[in-house]
């Protein structure tokens, strides 16, 4: 209180700093993506492609059959599209698969390569 009586009230202060605004607006980096195809040949059957896909990728046995009637009409499909490192992990597993036990000509697994989401425009 003053000499006159009057009560000093305290104000808040309220600090404000400026805040980079670009460091709240930066989207994290998205991995680039791969494809993982599958090629075509004349030693495996649709069957073998359909369990193959189903116990790798986890694919029902009819989207097998589609991908599958796809390597066969068009020479190769995508089977799956992501990271670099899963579609190499996914190549790999292609690769190891084994022979198809229906085709006795077949001698090993089918062939699959990975490349770049933005260079192909066909899906």
């Not at 994290?28 to 791969?34: A, E, M, N, T």
């Amino acid at each position: 209180m003053d000499p006159e009586g009057n009560v000093a009230i305290a104000e808040a202060v309220i600090e404000t700093t400026r805040q980079n605004k670009n460091r709240h607006h930066q989207k994290p980096k998205r991995q680039p993506r791969y494809h993982v195809f599958l090629w075509n040949d004349d030693n495996h059957s649709y069957e073998y492609v359909m369990l193959m896909l189903n116990e790798l990728f986890g694919h029902e046995l009819e989207k097998g059959f589609g991908i599958a009637k796809n390597v066969d009409q068009n020479g190769k499909a995508i089977v799956l599209t992501t990271t670099m490192e899963h579609a190499e992990l996914k190549r790999d597993q292609i690769h190891s698969y084994g022979r198809d036990v229906l085709i006795a000509s077949c001698k090993g697994s089918m062939s699959s390569t990975i490349e770049p989401e933005a260079s192909h425009g066909d899906r």
